[in-house]
């Protein structure tokens, strides 16, 4: 089945830098990911839709400017939390459909990546 | 009202039982219905994908859909401890690559040797 790439899979930064978050498709072609974030104990709310060689679309109250994300090819999408804040602390989880012709394989998450801005 | 209701139990039930696990939800342009199953710290992995109404079957696991209810379900025969997680349906309206998911809270499952 389709395999999703998140790195790294725990980051712990200062408050202030910067953080970067790979997701790769490793065995098929993604023109659309998804950035996710999963607060405790609750369900994972979409932050983005990151498409492949343009401007990702934001979900209302995600700040774009904190958040940026990159599209630059059909099996890499990155997530850079700018100016982390402990606020900011979370899981982020990446996904991508994977549709191959005809045949629809559904939505395919990464690991996740367990931030933690001290 | 949220799109997608789905209770967050926690649910409990005996190694052997028949669980069965339900979201609704008031959206009728959702075509594409799944359940996720996600561990303590790790990323959903998608169990059950489908289209439109109807029931699939894998292994253990059925999920069904009720359109004109507005309704899914996931029934999981003969439950083992290595089922106990965090069961995530979700939903989407969208054709070709896009289409985002919306999901239910969770429902919790811990299932007892």
């Known amino acids: 089945g389709a395999v999703v790439s998140q790195h790294p899979s725990r980051v712990i930064c200062k408050s202030g830098t910067s953080v970067k978050i790979e997701c790769r498709s490793l065995?098929?072609?993604?023109?659309?990911m998804f950035w996710y974030r999963q607060f405790p104990k609750q369900s994972l709310m979409l932050m983005a839709t990151?498409?492949?060689?343009?401007?990702?679309?934001?979900e209302q109250g995600v700040e774009k400017d904190k958040f940026l994300i990159n599209h630059a090819s059909l099996t890499l999408s990155t997530l850079t939390v700018t100016s982390a804040h402990p606020e900011d602390s979370s899981f982020y989880i990446c996904?991508?459909?994977?549709?191959?012709?005809?045949?629809?394989?559904?939505?395919?998450f990464g690991s996740g990546t367990r931030l933690t801005v001290v | 009202q949220k799109e997608v209701e789905q209770d967050p139990g926690p649910l409990s039930v005996p190694e052997g039982a028949i669980v069965s696990l339900n979201c609704t939800y008031s959206?009728?342009?959702?075509?594409?219905f799944m359940w996720y199953r996600q561990y303590s710290r790790k990323g959903p992995e998608l169990l059950m994908y489908?289209?439109?109404?109807g029931n699939k079957e894998d292994g253990r696991f059925t999920a069904q859909v009720d359109k004109s209810s507005k309704y899914i379900s996931l029934f999981i025969r003969d439950s083992q401890p290595s089922d106990s997680a965090t069961y995530l349906c979700?939903?989407?309206?969208?054709?070709?690559?896009?289409?985002?998911?919306?999901f239910g809270q969770g429902t919790t499952l811990q299932v007892k040797p």
């Open positions: 489908t289209y439109s109404s």
């Open positions: 065995d098929f072609q993604a023109t659309t």
């Open positions: 979700a939903m989407s309206a969208g054709s070709g690559n896009t289409g985002k998911l919306i």
């Open positions: 996904s991508a459909r994977d549709r191959q012709g005809l045949k629809d394989y559904g939505y395919t």
């Open positions: 990151s498409n492949e060689g343009s401007k990702a679309t934001y």
């Open positions: 959206n009728s342009a959702f075509q594409y």
